[in-house]
Each structure stands twice: as C-alpha cells, then as structure tokens.
C-alpha cells in the first residue's frame, strides 16, 4: 500500500524537522513537502493526492483558517491538523467550528502530534477532550464562547496589531487593501470595547493570544 502523504506547514524551519522526524517511526507516512510558504502549500495540494495537511494556525502572511478553506476547496478528502502555541480552548474550539479535522497544542508532549496523525490517516478526528467538554456545555455556557467575539481574521490582524505592525505593513502581509485593514480594526476596538493598543495588547495577553 503506498504510504500516506502528509505535508507540514510551520514557520520554524525546527519544528517542520521534529515534526518529520516524529512521522518517521511510521513507514506508511510520508513527509511529501515542508514548508513555511502557504502558496507552496496550496499549489503542491492542487498538483498531487495529499493525505494530510500539518499546519500552525498562526503562519505569517496568512492564517491556518485561510489555508485551511483553500485547501477544502481544492481537495475536500485532504485532512487538516492544526498546531498552536497559543490559548488551547480557544484555538482548538475555533479549529472544530472551522472544520479542521484535529488540533494538538505545541505546549504538550510531541507525541501527540504523532497520535494526532495516525487517528486522522485512520478516518477519526483529534480534540483536546477539555475543548471537547467545553463545546459540549455550549447551551448553559453561551457567555464563555462568545467570550473573543472576533472573526478569525480579525483574530490575525490583531495578532499583528499588537506585534507593532501598521495597517499598511498588515495589508501588504495579508494581500488585503489598507482599507480593509483599517475596518477590521475598527471592528475589533469596538467589540472588544478597547480603545488603544496598548489596552488591545493587555487583551490579547489575558487571553493568550500573544
């Protein structure tokens, strides 16, 4: 049976290693692309059967939710794993809203990553169970999930708002117009109820987004 294939997208040129390294216990998996560039990414999937794809939700120029749609669109059979660093309730929770197919936090044993991989190739999904418990309660617990109203692109341009970049220098990393940027952080301010960077990025703190 020919081996699966699985690319990894990361920006640490590091982690893509581990990552491949880790795969490499299982002879039926193999590292077909590692990458940091998600238009490589997406054109190796329009051009070849990839099994999965292995991306951090957080990847500069773009965002794992983005690729993550482009790559539904072009090969809906191709499963989604995301990483992140980040808040786990909070990414995790958005990655299963988004359709992704697992999430492993990169604070937790590498070997996850691994069992993450081996349930995915096998038709199931991979959720931190907390998340899972978490969304299950969403009835009785509404105020907790609507607790970061924000849109996940809203979520990236903050992420670069609060690095210090300008709505230009956003807009030229997100190919968008510097109008679409300045609304989008407009929409933040307002519903996080902020009003300067400096309480925007105590926001981001408390939250973990940072």
Do not use: C
Not at 2 to 8: D, L, N, Q
Not at 40 to 48: C, F, Q, S
Not at 153 to 178: C, D, F, P, W
Not at 183 to 210: C, M, P, Q, R, W
């Amino acid at each position: 049976m020919k081996p699966a294939s699985v690319v990894i997208m990361d920006e640490q040129p590091i982690v893509r290693m581990s990552i491949e390294v880790l795969l490499k216990k299982n002879s039926n998996i193999h590292v077909a692309l590692k990458s940091d560039d998600g238009r490589e990414v997406i054109d190796y999937v329009r051009k070849n059967k990839v099994d999965l794809v292995i991306v951090d939700i957080e990847l500069p120029g773009t965002d794992g939710f983005s690729l993550l749609k482009r790559v539904n669109d072009i090969s809906p059979q191709t499963k989604v794993l995301f990483l992140s660093s980040k808040s786990e309730n909070y990414y995790a929770g958005r990655a299963i809203r988004a359709g992704a197919n697992g999430f492993v936090s990169k604070r937790k044993d590498h070997n996850d990553i691994y069992k993450a991989v081996e349930m995915l190739l096998n038709g199931y999904s991979f959720f931190p169970s907390d998340t899972l418990n978490f969304l299950s309660n969403t009835a009785s617990r509404r105020g907790e999930l609507s607790e970061l109203p924000l849109s996940n692109r809203e979520v990236t341009v903050l992420r670069y708002l609060v690095n210090g970049l300008s709505n230009k220098e956003i807009a030229e990393q997100l190919l968008l117009s510097n109008k679409t940027i300045s609304a989008h952080k407009s929409n933040i301010f307002s519903k996080l109820g902020v009003h300067t960077i400096v309480e925007l990025i105590d926001y981001a703190k408390s939250h973990e987004l940072l």
